[in-house]
Every structure is written in C-alpha cells, then in structure tokens.
C-alpha cells in the first residue's frame, strides 16, 4: 500500500506506533512512569475532546468519573471486608473494570438524563456539582479508607502476566489509549458521528432531518465517561494506592485544560494536550524555583497565565494550529472516502399517487401574545405540485411554515400530512414520515465536507449504532448512505465540490447543498424557504429544472419565495398572504392580475 493513498490518521498512526513502541526500551524509568500518566490523561482528555470540543457540552466531571472506577477497581482489588454480593469479583482485575464500568455509566446516564436535555449552563453547572460533591463522598466514606485513601492495591495480573513494572504497563495503557483513538475516529466518521458533530450549532437541523438530538448527546456523554472509567482502572493499577485529591474538580479541570491546549476540537488534540500540559507542569516545578530564586507554588501561577495566553494566540489548541500550518485542517477531520465500488441504492419511500392530498391545512391560526401572524389559513397541497407561499415581509410566511414543519404549532386549527394530523408532532417524527425542509437563514455545519452535511438528511434511512460504527461494522451501509448524498449532490449541480468545507461554498451553493440534503431523506413533501435567494441567474434556472424533474416525479413541494420571476415561471398555483391573512390563492397568471394582490404586495401597481 503506498504511504500517499493513506489517510492522515493512518499516517500518523505509522509514526506513533513504533515510536511510542520503541520510547520504553530507551528512556529511564521516571520518564516512562511519565509517559504511563500521560496516557492515563490522554485516554480522559480523549473523553473531553469528544463531549466538549466535538460535541459542544461543557464538562468538569470528567475526573470524577476516573474516580469512581479507580475507586472501584482499588476496592475489589484490596478485596477486604467485600460484600457477600461482590465477593465473586475480588481480587480479580477484571471486576474491577466492570464495576467501574457500570458504576461510571449509571452515574453519567442519570446525570445525562437530568442535564442533557436543559440548554445553557446546566451540563457544566450540574458537572461541577458533582464533581465536588463525589470529591466529599470519597473522603467521607470509611470504607473507601476516608481521605487517606485505599492503599495496599496488589500489582496488575492479566493473564498470568505479572504487569507491576512501569514499562510493561506502558504497552497496556498506550495500546489502550490507541484503541480509544481508533474507535472515536470510527464513530465520528460514521452516522452515529455525523449526529454527535452536529451538535455544535446544529440541533435544530439535525432534529428536522430526523436525528434525535438528546440521543446523540447521550451516547456521546457515555463514550466519554467511559475513557474516564477505563482512566481510572489503569490509575488505580499505575499507583496502587487511591486517594480523593486527584478526583477533585481541580483535577476536571485540569482535563479540560488539557483538551484546550491540545485543541478540542481534533481527537490527537487529546494525546498533544496531555503531553504538553503534564511536561510543561513538571517544567514549570524543575525549574521556577531556580529561576525565581525561592520556592512556593509559583507553578500555578505561570501555569495559569500561560493557558490564557495560549488560549489567546492559539483559539484551536496545538492539534489546530498544527493542522492549520501543516495546511491539512479539513484532512484531521473525519473525511468521507469516496465510495470504493458501486453500492446498492438505498429502499425508496413508495411515493403518493400523482394529485394526493399531500397536506390539508385547515383553520389554522398561530397567536404570540397579542399579535396574530396567521389568522385562519386553510389550503391544500397535492403530489406533483408546486405551491408558492408569497406575501410582504412580516406577513406570517415563515410563521406558517414553522407550523407545517412541525418546529411550532398552532394556536388553534389543524394540519394533516398524508390524511393524518401532525400540528403537535415533532419536527424528528415529520422528517421520518417524508417531510423535509431547508431553511431562510442557512444552516450547514460549516466545517464538515458537503458530502457530510448531505449525508445527514439521509439520518433515518441507516440504522447501525454506535457499536457497529466503532467496530467498522457498518461500512456498507455506511457507503449506502455516502452514495446516495453522492448522487443527490451531483443531481443538484454540486458534484464537483463534495469533499470542500460547506462553509467555503457561496451562498447560492449553500442552498443548493440544503435541497440535496433534504432530497437525502427520501421526502414526497419539500418545504423550501426562499430557495433562491442569492442564486445567480443560471443557478435559479438549473433550480427551477431540478424542482420541475421532482414534482414530474411525483413529489409536493411548497416553497416561501420572494423572487416572483423565479415563483411564476414555475409553480402551479400561488398562496398569497398579507398581514397574517389569506387574501388571494391560485394559478400564476390569476394572482399577477389580482388587484388585492397587486396593491398588498407590489404597493398597488396601477
Ligand atoms: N416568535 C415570535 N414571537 C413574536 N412575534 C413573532 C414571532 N415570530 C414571528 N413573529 C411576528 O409575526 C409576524 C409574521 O412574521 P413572519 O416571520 O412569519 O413573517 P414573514 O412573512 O416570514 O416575513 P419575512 O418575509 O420577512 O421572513 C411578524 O410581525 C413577526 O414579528
């Protein structure tokens, strides 16, 4: 295989791994007993990567979690004064990490179930809490040996191998630690990954595109938590001794800090950052008191202040700026490979007869306080046919829409979708029942490939889970779903540009990407929200031809326009409002000489 054809994590993993194979053989005990730690942080920090810098929720819980399953495995291994239900797994290693497991995953699924769904500050806030009041627990409980801790942990057996040296625990942490690397990088490029990466800044997206938001968050915060728990089980054996104060909220924020100056937001960031942080600290002690002359805990202070710089000139951490100047930015992120060999389509949805009652709104009425911004609105939409929703600013267009979406509901009236009522679903269920949408103010995930950003409208139509993802047991389906996005995107003209950033496209593309993302999901109802809007000649008439093929297909789409060449050279019947009213509806000829539409919204053309 040549080196060129390799991606750059596979690059990058053809240099770590001999080197960190060969680093024992060559440097002196301390350092390796170092380098054990490094990676003990590096497989937490790894957690904090995925839970903060990827999936944007803030945690200083992190070393709390490491507590729980170091306390954990150091309880079983002690094995003294075990209760008769844990007596089966004293003594053993392994049921310490099991113990540690289930315990740190509880713990974090409850915690999870309680903040995750709040917006805000309450994820941190609620980490911080627990952080400080587990950091109590562990000093306050006798049998956790109070605030001097467990002490006496026996070496680490596994398999009949003695690891009671440094350097043959090394080999177990780092492998481990590559492991971890390895299955979040096989999740984030897989569907699971795609709904955890959108988290930043695209809940409401990706909730219209039927990925379920508190989901995604909560396997997240699980993956997470248990690198902390796998953390804590090799603490527990690298020190042989357990004690509160390295599982304080310090200690949480120590991880975060690593996370930081390694970058965040790109999974090495993790390993950098816990490199750096831990030789910068023990720098810092070697060193300050030389150069200060007196001694004290000056560390803290220039540590201090050397994070707000670095934060400060390098916003992406080490892993970022190495990105950035190495000139492989986009290449750190997961990337799509293109698929290998043709794949089998994915099932389509069997598509209403032609002239179905797609959507019948009836009555509907939608009230903020004392303003009515759509007062009793009623109209039909059939398959293969193009409604236009037009009206002057402030007129209810986007208030309407929002109800047909399902993002809010009706005050009073009813919608139905293929015969069912759905004023009060939620916008997920209406994205897995065939109804997609883009939006006024475009929302792509900027730094993901367009390919990507397509391949999330196609949510619903894969169902492997995270397990599969992480084990790369889902990369036919997987393939499946990036085919589709690959085919969506050429039909709509953006073939040439699906492993750009999406935010380096221009608007109009911009766009153009929201209609193959919402074409990804299979829809037989498109809701567009002014789809031309910045498109160029050419591109508003390649448009108008894509949006004729889909509705000769077969498919509904209502569309909120402002550009009335562009509306009527195009749809088959027009729905005008005015100040939250209906005042005219039909073909496009009708409404251009209607005298109530001409004076409300051309200002009373003569
Ligand atoms: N969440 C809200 N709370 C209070 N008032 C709102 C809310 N959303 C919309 N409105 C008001 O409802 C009216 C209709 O607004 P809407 O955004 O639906 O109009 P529009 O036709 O989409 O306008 P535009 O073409 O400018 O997007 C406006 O007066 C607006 O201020």
Redesign the pocket.
Known sequence: MRIASLSPHARIFLVLVPLLALLPLVLPTYQVTLANNIGIFALATLGIVLLTGIGGMTSFGQAAFVGISAYSTAYLAIGTDLPAQLGWLGGSPWGGLLLGMVLTLAVAALLGALTLRLSGHYLPLGTIAWGLSLFYLFGNLEFLGGHTGLSGMPALRLFGISLDRAESLYYLIWALVLLAVVVTLNLLDSREGRAIRALRGGQRMSESMGVNTFRAKMVAFLVSAGFAALAGWLYAYTQRFVSPAPFSLQAGIDFMFMALIGGVGQVWGALIGATAVTFLKQWLQDWLPHILGRTGNFESIVFGLLIVVLMQRMPGGIAGWLARHLGHARKLAPSAQPAPTPVEPLPRRALPAKGEAILEVRGVTKR??G?V?NNDISFDVHAGEILAVI??????????FNQLSCVDRPTSGEIRFRGRRIDGRTAREMAGAGLSRTF?HVKLLPTMSVLENAAIGAHLRGGKGVAAAALRLDRREEARLLDEARRQLGRVGLGQHLHAEAGSLALGQQRILEIARALCADPCLLLLDEPAAGLRHLEKQALAELLKRLRAEGMAIVL?E?DMDFVMGLVDRVFV?EF?EQIAEGVPETIQTNPAVLEAYLGGVE
Do not use: D, E, I, R
């Open positions: 903020f306080g303003l911004a009206g002057p600013n402030g007129a209810g267009k986007s208030t309407l006024q909120v402002h409002m939250g």
